[in-house]
């Protein structure tokens, strides 16, 4: 039996010996006790988040729970050495190295997750940094407090006579400003402390819909079960106010009203693609987006995010989405392990997001892979078509959207199956070969990628591998 498919008896063996029960760990990582204890029997396979949310809560590297332990030792030693060629580590030995000598392989792969995660805070904290607006007033009041305590320094101690009204005025204004300083300082302080971590504080509305959007795996039963009644316009106009107005996340007007057109285009295309019924259809047709939507009579978008907003549950492998304006600038975000999406600011031109957005109409694809020490291959498809009801008096406003798909997952979820050539065919192209991988990166600032003519600005990460 590959050693892919005892993933299942590891995280069994794992959480015994952590002592813990498999309700509480199902509970952690947003899924049932019956369906754990499927993927706990190796009859459910598992990947991407919930395979990342799973080592988290079990404090393991998600490559012991798939290869081993030994295998995921060797290869983060691999890993380590391939960072920087230049040292010219002897990789073939990797082995050798974690049998003699267990100790200091392992602080060497220790060592080496470290810098991996911290290149991942200093990519969000430069994403901050630049984009922040409330870090970047609270930068402003301290600048200035600063500058007019200094000024007023100044005057004081050029040595001339001032008058005692006016000393006693500067005086005033020392204080006061050294008050204002030190309350400024103070609120810069908590408000950093209260972002120290990768997943940071929303900072604009569009970020706040995208934070509970991720805390719930972008699927959203309470919209499901009005989707299955079929209740009336007054029912589920209600049930989506409702959901609205529960949500402690959304502090502003403007996040509650993209919330709720976000979940009025979900409720409209799990109507249209009922759960169970789209559930059955992807594991008939795979991936075949087009398939899919001539079965379901829908356009490609909405196929995109029902397909990306299956819950995990379903026992498919993971897909992202990605979606932009006219503009460029994203909307919608639901990003996968190994293949990162900038929060703020402009993503990789090279995105097959952006070829679509330059061609409406046109559906393309690519397969894709983003730097890294183990970088993945994902298959992403797009397309840009005009959003609303066309207009002869206004230029149409388009959207693009690109679902990301990965491949290794997903060609092994379709191998084994009675119609295999088809399906791989489908998911692969017409030859169902496998396409050589374009060179992308997430955004300029942090892509590592030298040489590349479409950067915009220098990367902060160059040194990286």
Not at 163 to 179: A, K, T, V
Not at 262 to 280: I, N, S, T, V
Not at 325 to 353: E, N, Q
Request: net charge negative; proline share 6%; aromatic share 4%.
């Amino acid at each position: 039996m590959p050693q892919s498919r005892l993933t299942g008896s590891r995280i069994r063996e794992r959480r015994l010996f952590l002592g813990q029960k498999q309700s509480k760990l199902a509970k952690a990582v947003g899924i049932s006790a019956a369906y754990l204890n499927l993927i706990e029997h190796n009859r459910r396979r598992i990947g991407g988040k919930l395979l990342q949310d799973i080592a988290r809560e079990l404090d393991t590297d998600p490559m012991a729970l798939t290869e081993g332990a030994e295998a995921a030792l060797l290869g983060a030693l691999r890993e380590a050495g391939q960072r920087h060629p230049e040292t010219e580590a002897e990789l073939h030995r990797a082995e050798d190295l974690a049998g003699r000598f267990p100790g200091w392989s392992s602080l060497v792969a220790t060592q080496h997750q470290r810098v991996r995660d911290l290149e991942s805070l200093v990519e969000a904290l430069s994403d901050r940094l630049t984009h922040d607006p409330e870090l970047a007033a609270s930068l402003h009041e301290v600048i200035s407090a600063v500058t007019a305590i200094r000024s007023t320094a100044a005057i004081l101690s050029e040595g001339g006579d001032v008058d005692p009204d006016w000393q006693s005025r500067f005086l005033r204004n020392l204080r006061e400003e050294g008050r204002r300083l030190s309350g400024a300082a103070q609120g810069l302080v908590e408000y950093l402390d209260a972002g120290t971590g990768q997943d940071m504080a929303p900072v604009a509305p569009g970020e706040e819909l995208a934070v509970f959007l991720e805390g719930r795996g972008h699927h959203l039963p309470e919209l499901e079960a009005v989707a299955d009644a079929g209740h009336d316009l007054a029912q589920t106009d209600a049930a989506i106010s409702d959901l609205t107005g529960q949500l402690a996340a959304f502090e502003t007007a403007e996040a509650r009203g993209m919330a709720r057109r976000h979940f009025d285009q979900y409720l409209g295309d799990a109507a249209a693609m009922p759960l169970q019924r789209f559930q059955a259809a992807v594991e008939e047709l795979g991936p075949d987006l087009s398939a899919l939507a001539t079965r379901f009579s829908q356009q490609l978008p909405a196929v995109m995010r029902r397909l990306a907003f299956l819950p995990q549950e379903a026992g498919l492998p993971g897909a992202g989405i990605v979606s932009c304006d006219g503009s460029g600038a994203l909307v919608l975000r639901k990003a996968l392990p190994g293949f990162a999406i900038p929060r703020f600011g402009a993503a990789c031109p090279y995105w097959p997001l952006y070829q679509a957005l330059s061609h409406p109409g046109q559906p393309c694809r690519a397969v894709v892979e983003q730097p890294g020490p183990t970088p993945r291959r994902f298959l992403c498809m797009a397309i840009c078509l005009p959003k609303g009801v066309l207009d002869f008096k206004l230029p149409p406003t388009l959207e693009a959207v690109m679902l990301i798909l990965p491949e290794e997952d997903w060609l092994a979820h379709l191998s084994g199956r009675a119609d295999e050539g088809s399906a791989l065919a489908a998911f692969s192209g017409s030859t169902g070969g496998r396409d050589e991988a374009l060179p992308v990166g997430s955004t300029c600032r942090v892509c590592p990628r030298t040489g590349c003519l479409a950067r915009r600005e220098a990367s902060i990460l160059s040194g990286a591998r």
